[in-house]
Structure formats: C-alpha cells, structure tokens
C-alpha cells in the first residue's frame, strides 16, 4: 500500500526558533491534513488543505503556523517561533477523491521538541 | 461541528478474555464512523470503518464494531484479545463542515493485554 512519509523522525529544536516539518503525501491525492498528538493526549486535528488553500484550521493553528506545498509533491508545515508547549508528535495525513469518504492515509510522525 | 468521547481512558484485560473500548460521538450531520490503532512507537493505522450498509463492521484481525444510530455509539470488540492487541485505539468522526471533510479524533484508550 502507498505511504504518507514525513521527515525528519525527530526534531529537537530551541524555543523561539522556526521549524519545517516536511511530508510527502500519497501521488494522487488531493487533501491533505496536518495533526498533533501531545504525549498522552489526545490527537487533534490542526489544518486542512485542498485546491492549494487552506480548507479549515483549528483554534490551535495560530499566526505562527502555515502551510504550504511548494512543488506539488511536499506538504509542510511550518512554526515561526516555537513554544515549549508546541512539543508534540505531528502526524501528516492525505486522502483522495475516492477516499476522502473512507480513509486518512498517516505518515508516522515527526517528534518535535522544543526546549 | 461533530466531537467523539471515548470513555475508558485504559482498559486492562487478560489474554484471551473478550473486551470492549466504547465510543459515543455527536453531530448535527450524517457521520463516517473509524477506530485507527497505534502501536507503540508508530504512526496511526486504520482499523476499521463505518460508512453505509450494514452497521456491523470488522477488521482482519479479528476485532468488530457496531454503529448504533439511537445511542450515537460506535463501540469496538474483540471477543479474544491477543498481546499483540496492546496498543493506543482511537475512535474518530469524519463529516463534511464548511470547509470540507474533517475528521476529528476521541482521547484514546489505551488497550493493555496482561499474560
């Protein structure tokens, strides 16, 4: 089955500094979605984003997040100044036309920690 | 906008014995209905799904889940669980809002098979 890859596994960072988190979704899908999942919490959705714009966002995705996809194959996200409280695992996701009904296709994660 | 409690937040349980992980949402609009597991350690898999038909659905390893429309629950069972079962499971709602198809996520409950 295609994966979702999201790079890099782990990613230590300085509080205030900025960092991309890069996931190459499936070929042909069509939307794609960003997740974070605080160490025993629960997982909580962040953005979506279909036609190259931003379908919905949560409260947690603030001015110091974006997203983008430069070159139609990577899907990033970015945090311009990083907090202690943004430590999570991000889990990039994509699904298509087809299965936008069925299915959330997830990368493994990227463990972000801000110190 | 849709939310989903799961309401065990850990559920010990003997290999072998039967076992249950419930799970209620609510939603002004019609649903599809998930359980994604994690595995120490990994990213989100889909277990299984609920989207029409018949409100029994099941997996390949062996664990079922029946939508429940009046109760608005979407408990998963598993008559005989295996160590392997050890793992995070977490229910989740997808439904098309203003900004498309979003899927939201419960708690989790964390499934722990004891020898």
């Known amino acids: 089955e295609p994966e979702v890859t999201q790079t890099p596994s782990h990613q230590v960072t300085q509080m205030g500094q900025e ?10 899908h ?20 279909y036609n190259n714009e931003i379908s919905e966002k949560s409260e947690i995705f603030d001015d ?3 997203v983008e996809r430069p070159d139609g194959s990577n899907f990033t996200l970015k945090i311009r100044s990083t907090k202690l409280e943004d430590s999570a695992m991000y889990f990039c996701a994509s699904t298509g ?9 997830f990368g493994s994660g990227t463990q972000l920690s801000v110190l | 906008a849709q939310s989903v409690t799961q309401l065990d937040s850990q559920v010990p349980v003997f290999e072998e014995a039967p076992v249950e992980l419930r799970c209620n949402y609510s939603s002004s609009v019609s649903v599809y209905l998930f359980w994604y597991v994690q595995y120490p350690n990994q990213g989100l898999q889909l277990l299984l799904k609920y989207l029409s038909g ?4 099941e997996s390949i390893n062996g664990f079922e889940a029946e939508f429940n429309k009046s109760q608005t629950s979407f408990h ?23 900004g498309g198809f979003k899927t939201i ?11």
Do not use: M
């Open chain 1, 19 to 28: 960092v991309i988190l890069r996931c190459v979704p499936i070929s042909n």
């Open chain 1, 30 to 49: 069509l939307y794609f979605y960003w997740y974070r999942q605080i160490l025993g919490q629960k997982v909580e959705f962040l953005v979506s984003f």
């Open chain 1, 64 to 66: 110091q997040f974006s």
């Open chain 1, 97 to 105: 036309w087809r299965t936008v009904n069925e299915k959330l296709f």
């Open chain 2, 54 to 57: 018949s409100t029994l659905v």
């Open chain 2, 76 to 98: 998963l069972r598993k008559p005989s669980v295996h160590i392997s079962d050890t793992a995070e499971y977490f229910c989740a709602v997808s439904a098309r809002g203003t």
């Open chain 2, 105 to 115: 996520f419960g708690a989790g409950t964390r499934l722990f098979v004891k020898a």
